[in-house]
C-alpha cells in the first residue's frame, strides 16, 4: 500500500510559480508511473500531467502543456509538478496518484491505484 502526501500549495497571483511535491511511503516508488490531477470546484477532476517510472514518457494536458513540467527524484520518493505562468483558471485541489503500471502513462484516472489528499492550488487576478 502506498501512501501520497501533497504538498506546496498555496496563494499566488497570476504569472507566478509554484512547485508542488508528492512524497510517496510504504511502497517501491521508483516503480510506479505518476500523475498529478486537479479538481475545482463545481468541476470534474482533470488530468494535469504524467511520468513514467524512468522520466523516460511524459505526457501534459493542452491546458498546461509548456507552463507546466512534471518531474520525480526515485532516490527520494518525490514526484513534483512545477508550475508557472499560472493563470487563474488553475485554481484547484491538486492531486497526486499512483499507477503500479510504471511502465505507461495515462490521462485517465481510472489508471491510478492511489490517491494523495491532495493540496489547495489558489490564483488570483
Known amino acids: 500500500q502506498v501512501q501520497l502526501a501533497e504538498s506546496g500549495g498555496g496563494l499566488v497571483q497570476a504569472g507566478g510559480s509554484l512547485r508542488l511535491s508528492c512524497a510517496a511511503s510504504?511502497?517501491?516508488?521508483?516503480?510506479?508511473?505518476m500523475g498529478w490531477f486537479r479538481q475545482a470546484p463545481g468541476k470534474e477532476r482533470e488530468f494535469v500531467a504524467a511520468?513514467?517510472?524512468?522520466?523516460?514518457?511524459?505526457a501534459y494536458a493542452d491546458s498546461v502543456k509548456g507552463r507546466f513540467t512534471i518531474s520525480r527524484d526515485n532516490a527520494k520518493n518525490l514526484l513534483y509538478l512545477q508550475m508557472t505562468s499560472l493563470k487563474p483558471e488553475d485554481t484547484a485541489v491538486y492531486f497526486c496518484?499512483?499507477?503500479?503500471?510504471?511502465?505507461?502513462?495515462?490521462?485517465?484516472?481510472?489508471?491510478?491505484?492511489?490517491w494523495g489528499q491532495g493540496t489547495q492550488v489558489t490564483v488570483s487576478s
Open positions: 496518484a499512483a499507477d503500479r503500471q510504471g511502465g505507461r502513462i495515462g490521462s485517465s484516472g481510472s489508471r491510478y491505484d492511489y
Open positions: 510504504g511502497g517501491t516508488f521508483s516503480r510506479y508511473a
Open positions: 511520468v513514467n517510472w524512468s522520466l523516460g514518457s511524459t
